[in-house]
């Protein structure tokens, strides 16, 4: 089976990540799955965007956690600095809008960031993450990533039905399978600079999916299909697609 092309942040190459213009041109290009981030704003939101602060990819500054949802939505997600006034219009979303357009559409992976996680289980982002989920009608289509152990942890105990994920960016082996285990995990997703032999084939006998992130180039999609990957995350979801139906 050919891995699935995850949509990061949506068709991030061509559209501001994270916003509903991303989202849309992902389905657009025929991805079946899309990653997104969340962060909780101050007064209790969930928000989607990738960094901790809109410094980056608004026309505003400041820390997500300490800014108000009337805030943060005045401000422009239009990735000004890459893509100019192109995409003024568009707002930080709410999680509850992307689950909205991806409903029916797509499979969706939510990215918990560490820097929303709080020592507030009832109340904070895994809690009010999964309460969205639920309130969707999505915890069937939703997985629940992170690097955030303690997160996925809270995952595990808060909505075990839900599918859950856990990232890794330089673990060994051991550790990798140390951490599925512990949060009862049947999907890891290192970062592809860890992917090898050994992982491939010590997941594979654990019955633990394997993906990676971020591949872009069609030529390396397909020298990394040796590791028989379950999903692959791009930026360019629609050129790894086509590559896909072109190399099978």
């Not at 025929?30 to 026309?59: F, S």
């Not at 990735?79 to 709410?94: C, I, Q």
């Not at 797509?106 to 969205?132: C, F």
Request: proline share 4%.
């Amino acid at each position: 089976m050919p891995p699935l092309v995850i949509a990061h942040r949506g068709d991030s190459a061509h559209r501001p990540e994270n916003t509903l213009a991303s989202f849309m041109s992902a389905l657009e290009v025929g991805a079946e799955l899309v990653e997104l981030d969340v962060h909780v704003t101050r007064d209790g939101h969930v928000v989607v965007i990738h960094d901790p602060t809109v410094d980056r990819t608004t026309n505003g500054a400041g820390h997500v956690l300490e800014m108000a949802l009337a805030e943060v939505r005045a401000l422009s997600a239009g990735f000004p600095s890459r893509f100019g006034d192109a995409y003024a219009g568009e707002r930080v979303p709410l999680l509850a809008e992307v689950l909205g357009l991806l409903k029916g559409r797509a499979r969706v992976m939510i990215e918990m960031k560490h820097e929303s996680v709080t020592d507030d289980a009832a109340g904070g982002l895994e809690a009010r993450t999964i309460a969205e989920v639920r309130r969707a009608g999505m915890t069937s289509e939703v997985a629940l990533i992170s690097f955030d152990r303690r997160a996925l942890l809270r995952c595990r105990e808060l909505a075990p039905e839900m599918a859950r994920g856990h990232l890794f960016y330089r673990a060994t082996v051991d550790e990798v399978l140390a951490g599925a285990r512990e949060i009862g995990s049947g999907l890891v997703m290192p970062e592809k600079g860890m992917l090898g032999e050994e992982l491939r084939d010590r997941t594979r006998e654990a019955g633990i999916r394997l993906a990676t992130w971020v591949v872009d180039d069609p030529a390396e999609l397909l020298a990394l299909r040796r590791f028989d990957l379950y999903g692959i995350g791009s930026n360019r979801p629609g050129a790894l697609i086509e590559a896909l139906q072109e190399g099978s």
